[in-house]
């Protein structure tokens, strides 16, 4: 038998402990076996280090664990490609688990030269079965709340893409395009993959493939999270330049759509305040109508205004940091 290429894993964590081990025995019951996990810590301040350590002993020469002084997600990555030594590089997160198949799909795209990064779909799981996290993990994986990213909304067609969350890369791939920009805190694989598509590299989704991810189940780290993806996307251009593709936009109009409604306290034509109006009423209109599915889908009616809820919580967090993104690229 052909002795298959080496596979390193990047786990860059911080503060992690509720998912780390789930993360890291989904790779080691996968049925591809010729892996090394590399878990960059960013100095967690909770049990994470020591369920790795642990983890460590109990399958010996698998898990490697270095430190991440710098913290941020895109200098421990840096960290772990500089580290790795497989023929193929994982880009993966302890925020999820993976079916067996993940690696052993992707490196079949791989190896039969069909791209140059494969990667899988997303599930976004909830932590918990009460209706608000089951609310968030819903929007988080619905066309109307996070856009056409195909390996968010369980695409089942194998077909090339922009991106894909948790990626399998051919290794000179980094040695041709670079590593990850470290000015970029969050957001840094919007950059890297455009230029990774302006070298001409190619993106497959493979939907085989499968990562479970599991959402923040609070509206205040929805918040967080989503104000920060939205800064970051804006405040990118202050490092460096095509940092965002237009449609990233998208919430930043949005916000600074509703904004501008205050205009219809003023004394003007009616008919101009009932056709500025529209787009608003649309947005609830579809709002409540997804929401209705999701709570359809679930059998469960008191969704309606968790998930109504949610998806304002995503998109103006979002646009928000886009806004304060851009002003702070000004000073």
């Keep these: 038998m052909a002795v298959l290429p ?5 786990l860059p964590t911080l503060n992690e402990e509720k998912t780390i081990e789930k993360t890291i025995i989904s790779f080691i019951e996968s ?25 460590k002993e109990k399958y010996p020469n698998k898990i490697r664990l270095l430190e991440n002084s710098k913290k941020y997600t895109p200098s421990g990555i840096n960290i772990g490609i500089k580290n790795a030594n497989g023929k193929y590089i994982m880009l993966a997160s302890g925020h999820a688990s993976y079916s067996k198949n993940y690696i052993s799909a992707c490196v079949q795209a791989l190896e039969n030269n069909e791209c140059d990064v494969a990667g899988g779909v997303m599930e976004v799981l909830p932590r918990s079965s009460n209706v608000k996290a089951v609310a968030i993990s819903e929007i988080l994986k619905h066309p109307f709340g996070i856009g056409g990213a195909k390996y968010r909304t369980n695409n089942q067609k194998k077909e090339y893409v922009d991106t894909v969350a948790y990626g399998i890369y051919k290794r000179e791939i980094f040695e041709k395009v670079g590593l990850f920009n470290e000015e970029l805190i969050r957001n840094q694989d919007i950059e890297f993959n455009i230029r990774l598509k302006n070298a001409g590299y190619k993106i497959l989704l493979i939907p085989e493939a499968r990562a479970y991810y599991y959402a923040r189940d609070t509206y205040t780290k929805l918040w ?15 490092f460096v330049k095509r940092a965002y593709r237009p449609r990233h936009l ?45 709570a359809i889908k679930h059998k469960k009616i ?5 998930t109504f809820f949610s998806f304002l919580v995503l998109h103006i967090s979002y646009g928000i940091g886009s806004i304060v993104g851009i002003f702070k690229n000004r000073r």
């Design 31 to 55: 049925d591809y076996q010729n892996v090394e996990l590399i878990v960059v810590d960013g100095m967690s301040s909770d049990r994470t280090r020591e369920i790795v350590e642990r983890l």
């Design 6 to 10: 080496l596979v390193s894993v990047i």
């Design 250 to 294: 998208v919430p930043m109009l949005f916000v600074l759509y509703l904004i501008s409604l205050l205009l219809l306290l003023l004394p003007v034509n009616r008919v101009l305040k009932f056709l500025y109006a529209l787009p608003a009423s649309l947005y609830l209109a579809l709002s409540i109508y997804f929401s209705s599915q999701v």
């Design 302 to 306: 008191a969704l309606v205004p968790y």
């Design 224 to 238: 967080q999270n989503n104000y920060s993806n939205g800064f970051w996307v804006t405040h990118s251009s202050k």
